[in-house]
């Protein structure tokens, strides 16, 4: 059954296009540095916010129309996953993304679950024998349920631990069986709510111990995706064990991990933490650990995950720099974990807006890349820095100095000047190059 067949194939015509349907910026044959936008922007379709959400709030129900509303169970699952393979081809995206609980029915047990489960990646599996879209990473649910109400792998309950760890062996094989380049582990719950309650030695050594199993029965089954950590502050625990970038690069070096995985760093996580998005990605990088990215934006006047498109273009430069500087994302992709407003029901709303966040990377893809070329904020770090590439400052960064040394130095100065950091000639910049690079097309 055809749910999509109303709507066109999505092609680029460029920034003067009226055709809402239609690439502005993204030009997948198009070449920037060395390279087409397709290989730079292994776009990925968030198969949670695009098939199964409802659009409903804290506030009121669902407002979502969508062909498959009128079924439900495997019928239901069935027809998704018709009507997402459709959706890709539509817009000619590389990649999906999925958790276990989006593409098929939980069961009243696991087994019965599992069951489900695998009458839907059969089905997913064949769709992707005549299909050009992949699977950039799958993951398992283990927060949404009610048994998952103290955590996961950091649960006080050694049943849940264990039931949590059979859903991620599972996970794992579905992940195999279907290909997928990454497997991302999200911790929803794995946090606390109050220290009066809580072994939080206990509960970290366990998240750890679960890490470590993971690692060994992929190993076991030959499943060689690459592992992601993506970290997420605050929701729905007020203190979650992955709130950062940061911290959760201290968990994986104190459990011995850093070397089995790297990072999924979402845009609206990271302001969540208090966080640019390019601090997360940078801070992922210059320590080796940039895998993937969920590319969204948070709401400026709101405190909560509103998971939308991106549009920020000021954002996905900046963000698509530090990706340019990591080499790419390698196996990772940029996945679009955002969901469309409630107000945006209808489902041709769906391909506006991945059209919208498609042409917002390309179009921060082009303008990075020039910035990069240019040499342009590189030269400014550089001057800012440049005590350091001479003298006592260069005598400091190759290990020559002491305290002895420093102290002979110091003593020696009549005054000491700085430099201005010219954070508003650097602002200028970027907006000339913003402004720069399309003015002619």
Same mark, same amino acid.
């Given at each position: 059954?055809?749910?999509?067949?109303?709507?066109?194939?999505?092609?680029?015509?460029?920034?003067?296009?009226?055709?809402?349907?239609?690439?502005?910026?993204?030009?997948?044959?198009?070449?920037?540095?060395?390279?087409?936008?397709?290989?730079?922007?292994?776009?990925?379709?968030?198969?949670?916010?695009?098939?199964?959400?409802?659009?409903?709030?804290?506030?009121?129900? %669902?407002?979502?129309?969508?062909?498959?509303?009128?079924?439900?169970?495997?019928?239901?699952?069935?027809?998704?996953?018709?009507?997402?393979?459709?959706?890709?081809?539509?817009?000619?995206?590389?990649?999906?993304?999925?958790?276990?609980?989006?593409?098929?029915?939980?069961?009243?047990?696991?087994?019965?679950?599992?069951?489900?489960?695998?009458?839907?990646?059969?089905?997913?599996?064949?769709?992707?024998?005549?299909?050009?879209?992949?699977?950039?990473?799958?993951?398992?649910?283990?927060?949404?349920?009610?048994?998952?109400?103290?955590?996961?792998?950091?649960?006080?309950?050694?049943?849940?631990?264990?039931?949590?760890?059979?859903?991620?062996?599972?996970?794992?094989?579905?992940?195999?069986?279907?290909?997928?380049?990454?497997?991302?582990?999200?911790?929803?719950?794995?946090?606390?709510?109050?220290?009066?309650?809580?072994?939080?030695?206990?509960?970290?050594?366990?998240?750890?111990?679960?890490?470590?199993?993971?690692?060994?029965?992929?190993?076991?089954?030959?499943?060689?995706?690459?592992?992601?950590?993506?970290?997420?502050?605050?929701?729905?625990?007020?203190?979650?064990?992955?709130?950062?970038?940061?911290?959760?690069?201290?968990?994986?070096?104190?459990?011995?991990?850093?070397?089995?995985?790297?990072?999924?760093?979402?845009?609206?996580?990271?302001?969540?933490? %208090?966080?640019?998005?390019?601090?997360?990605?940078?801070?992922?990088?210059?320590?080796?650990?940039?895998?993937?990215?969920?590319?969204?934006?948070?709401?400026?006047?709101?405190?909560?995950?509103?998971?939308?498109?991106?549009?920020?273009?000021?954002?996905?430069?900046?963000?698509?720099?530090?990706?340019?500087?990591?080499?790419?994302?390698?196996?990772?992709?940029?996945?679009?974990?955002?969901?469309?407003?409630?107000?945006?029901?209808?489902?041709?709303?769906?391909?506006?807006?991945?059209?919208?966040?498609?042409?917002?990377?390309?179009?921060?893809?082009?303008?990075?890349?020039?910035?990069?070329?240019?040499?342009?904020?590189?030269?400014?770090?550089?001057?800012?820095?440049?005590?350091?590439?001479?003298?006592?400052?260069?005598?400091?960064?190759?290990?020559?100095?002491?305290?002895?040394?420093?102290?002979?130095?110091?003593?020696?100065?009549?005054?000491?000047?700085?430099?201005?950091?010219?954070?508003?000639?650097?602002?200028?910049?970027?907006?000339?190059?913003?402004?720069?690079?399309?003015?002619?097309?």
């Amino acid at each position: 059954m055809s749910y999509f067949s109303d709507l066109p194939k999505v092609v680029y015509e460029g920034p003067t296009s009226d055709n809402p349907f239609a690439f502005k910026f993204y030009n997948p044959d198009e070449m920037v540095g060395g390279k087409t936008m397709k290989e730079h922007l292994r776009f990925g379709v968030a198969y949670w916010h695009t098939f199964t959400e409802d659009l409903s709030d804290p506030f009121g129900a %669902g407002t979502a129309i969508r062909p498959w509303n009128h079924l439900s169970g495997l019928d239901l699952a069935k027809a998704r996953v018709e009507g997402a393979f459709e959706f890709f081809e539509k817009l000619g995206v590389p990649f999906f993304c999925f958790h276990d609980v989006d593409i098929a029915p939980e069961g009243e047990t696991l087994r019965e679950s599992n069951e489900n489960l695998d009458v839907i990646v059969g089905m997913i599996k064949d769709y992707m024998k005549h299909s050009d879209t992949k699977l950039l990473w799958n993951t398992v649910n283990n927060f949404s349920h009610p048994r998952f109400v103290h955590g996961a792998a950091s649960s006080n309950s050694a049943d849940v631990f264990a039931y949590a760890a059979a859903k991620v062996k599972k996970g794992l094989e579905v992940g195999k069986e279907l290909g997928a380049e990454n497997y991302v582990f999200w911790g929803g719950r794995e946090g606390y709510e109050t220290l009066l309650n809580t072994d939080m030695k206990l509960e970290l050594d366990n998240l750890g111990r679960f890490f470590h199993m993971a690692v060994d029965y992929a190993k076991e089954i030959g499943f060689d995706a690459q592992f992601l950590i993506e970290p997420k502050p605050k929701e729905p625990t007020s203190h979650q064990y992955d709130f950062d970038v940061a911290s959760g690069y201290a968990f994986l070096q104190h459990y011995g991990l850093q070397d089995r995985f790297k990072f999924n760093i979402e845009a609206n996580h990271a302001t969540l933490a %208090g966080h640019t998005f390019e601090h997360e990605l940078h801070y992922a990088r210059i320590h080796g650990m940039l895998g993937s990215v969920d590319a969204n934006q948070g709401h400026p006047l709101l405190g909560w995950d509103t998971d939308e498109f991106p549009s920020d273009l000021y954002a996905t430069t900046l963000a698509m720099y530090e990706i340019l500087q990591n080499g790419g994302l390698g196996r990772g992709g940029l996945n679009f974990d955002a969901k469309v407003r409630r107000g945006s029901f209808q489902k041709d709303d769906l391909l506006i807006a991945h059209i919208l966040g498609m042409d917002s990377f390309a179009a921060g893809l082009k303008v990075a890349q020039k910035l990069i070329d240019d040499r342009a904020l590189e030269r400014v770090v550089e001057d800012r820095y440049a005590s350091f590439s001479e003298g006592i400052g260069k005598d400091i960064v190759e290990g020559r100095a002491d305290f002895r040394a420093l102290e002979e130095h110091a003593l020696g100065l009549k005054e000491i000047g700085n430099r201005s950091g010219r954070l508003e000639q650097i602002k200028s910049t970027i907006n000339q190059y913003l402004l720069r690079t399309f003015a002619g097309e």
